[in-house]
Nanobody, 126 residues
Framework: VQLQAYGGGLVQAGGSLRLSCAVFGRTVRNYVMGWFRQAPGKEREFVAAINLSGNTFYADSVKGRFTISRDNAKNTGYLQMNSLKPEDTAIYYC?????????????????????WGHGTQVTVSS
């Protein structure tokens, strides 16, 4: 499974961006998808996840501002980011794990995801 994230960029505080994660090699309908981010000097942190049923789970820091979604027909996942803040500045990574691995949706640590895409930079100016 290969993942490719894109859609990052530079945006002013309060603005919006939509990240996309294209999945290649397998049908995405069998995979839980997630987004993580890593700011300079910090550890990679969980942002959001979505399972096959469309149930979602968010980090408290983005709840109410970010929305994760998926389009199985397009083999693509999305992260809509609204009301962006300077502290959202980071490299954003999409990730996936097969549904049969047995993790709950709330398994939000990087080791719970097997497949990773290259990151896309999001910079929010104040």
């Amino acid at each position: 499974v290969q993942l490719q994230a894109y859609g990052g960029g530079l945006v002013q505080a309060g603005g919006s961006l939509r990240l996309s994660c294209a999945v290649f090699g397998r049908t995405v309908r069998n995979y839980v998808m997630g987004w993580f981010r890593q700011a300079p000097g910090k550890e990679r942190e969980f942002v959001a996840a979505i399972n096959l049923s469309g149930n979602t789970f968010y980090a408290d820091s983005v709840k109410g501002r970010f929305t994760i979604s998926r389009d199985n027909a397009k083999n693509t996942g999305y992260l809509q980011m609204n009301s962006l803040k300077p502290e959202d500045t980071a490299i954003y990574y999409c990730a996936a794990r097969h549904k049969d691995l047995g993790y709950s949706l709330r398994s939000s640590y990087p080791a719970a995801f097997r497949y990773w895409g290259h990151g896309t930079q999001v910079t929010v100016s104040s």
